[in-house]
T-cell receptor, first 117, second 108 residues
Framework: GAVVSQHPSRVICKSGTSVKIECRSLDFQATTMFWYRQFPKQSLMLMAT?????????EQGVEKDKFLINHASLTLSTLTVTSAHPEDSSFYIC?????????????FGPGTRLTVT | GQNIDQPTEMTATEGAIVQINCTYQ??????LFWYQQHAGEAPTFLSY????GLEEKGRFSSFLSRSKGYSYLLLKELQMKDSASYLCAVGGYQKVTFGTGTKLQVIP
């Protein structure tokens, strides 16, 4: 139980295009999903917190118009990187919060590696 | 805000014991997590400490001292597969802040 999937696992896009990343909780309902970004040899940086049916809460310094988050259901959240640039190349990881064993344990997806050329 | 410090890298020998320290300064505290992350993969949950003391889970143990803002992860009987980054994170319900991680290399 408590499986989170992400799609795609890898994506290469050209500068100026938009990319959508999906995060799904496969066997539980996730009231809250988080989106992180991780640059090489660095830790996870929280980008935004997404609650089903409401607007995402973005961390300071994260452009909400560039990183669009939609949490349309209790099992799906999407992150769209709009007008991507090479500096957006990173490892994007989502996690889902669900009361499986404990209310605080986040279950991480496998990540999406984005390369912008 | 949150400030979390860990050593950047550590090396230990297969079969040995290694302790990875984490210090933190936070404006609010709910609990402290430890995650393991292999290169190119997502983190996996190891432990969550809310109260002071040592919690043991197999080969891994985690310790917390809230008054000192200090935690450590203890790995016993090291195996080659334990080579990974270990992330200390502070938070709890709704939001977690990660430290920069400690890259552990286990050598034969």
């Amino acid at each position: 139980g408590a499986v989170v999937s992400q799609h795609p696992s890898r994506v290469i896009c050209k500068s100026g295009t938009s990319v959508k990343i999906e995060c799904r909780s496969l066997d539980f309902q996730a009231t809250t999903m988080f989106w992180y970004r991780q640059f090489p040899k660095q830790s996870l940086m929280l980008m935004a917190t997404s609650n089903e049916g409401s607007k995402a809460t973005y961390e300071q310094g994260v452009e909400k118009d560039k990183f669009l988050i939609n949490h349309a259901s209790l099992t799906l959240s999407t992150l769209t990187v709009t007008s991507a640039h090479p500096e957006d190349s990173s490892f994007y990881i989502c996690s889902a919060l669900g009361a499986i064993r404990t209310p605080y344990e986040q279950y991480f997806g496998p990540g999406t590696r984005l390369t912008v050329t | 805000g949150q400030n979390i410090d860990q050593p950047t890298e550590m090396t230990a020998t297969e079969g040995a014991i290694v302790q990875i320290n984490c210090t933190y300064q936070t404006s609010g505290f709910n609990g402290l997590f430890w995650y393991q992350q292999h290169a190119g993969e997502a983190p996996t949950f190891l432990s969550y400490n809310v109260l002071d003391g040592l919690e043991e889970k197999g080969r891994f143990s985690s310790f917390l001292s809230r008054s000192k803002g200090y935690s450590y992860l203890l790995l016993k009987e090291l195996q080659m597969k334990d080579s990974a980054s270990y992330l200390c994170a502070v938070g709890g319900y709704q939001k977690v802040t990660f430290g920069t991680g400690t890259k552990l290399q286990v050598i034969p």
